[in-house]
């Protein structure tokens, strides 16, 4: 999972070339182009929703998805004002019985739980940052593991 590669999909190549293998990857916005050129390139299901960075996209600002009997709320987190805090994110995953939230917008790498719901950013892969990172997500019916990677 990224987000906020702002047009450098390079370093989400090598994070897939990390971890593979993977049954889909999850772009959380600010570079949905990017999300289109993994698609293309990876021959994966990419599964994306626009940032506030992706003018004119036309894919979705918000996905509830659900996986493994597991309700997964997609947002690139801006409409929410994640970067001042998660509590209108979590009143948004409240309202959708969400059991994890996957947003962006930050540029911080998060993984934390709070009412019983996981929230999880993978922080950035844009040029300018100094700590690239991406998220790997495990969902089953039993148990939903997240972790935070850095790219080298």
Not at 76 to 89: F, N, P, Q
Request: glycine fraction near 8%.
């Amino acid at each position: 999972m990224v987000s906020d590669t702002h047009g450098n999909f390079v370093p989400a190549l090598q994070a897939h070339s990390l971890t593979q293998p993977v049954d889909a990857v999850i772009h959380l916005g600010d570079g949905i182009e990017d999300a289109n050129l993994l698609r293309n390139l990876m021959h994966l299901d990419v599964i994306a929703v626009s940032g506030n960075c992706d003018h004119d996209a036309t894919v979705p600002r918000e996905v509830l998805w659900e996986c493994e009997g597991k309700r997964v709320l997609l947002v690139h987190g801006d409409a929410y004002g994640v970067k001042g805090g998660l509590e209108r994110l979590k009143q948004r995953a409240v309202e959708v019985c969400a059991h994890v939230v996957l947003f962006g917008h930050s540029h911080r790498a998060t993984c934390i739980t709070t009412s019983g719901i996981l929230f999880l950013n993978p922080g950035t892969l844009t040029r300018t940052s100094a700590n690239k990172t991406f998220a790997t997500i495990e969902i089953s019916e039993e148990s939903i593991n997240a972790r935070l990677h850095d790219i080298p």
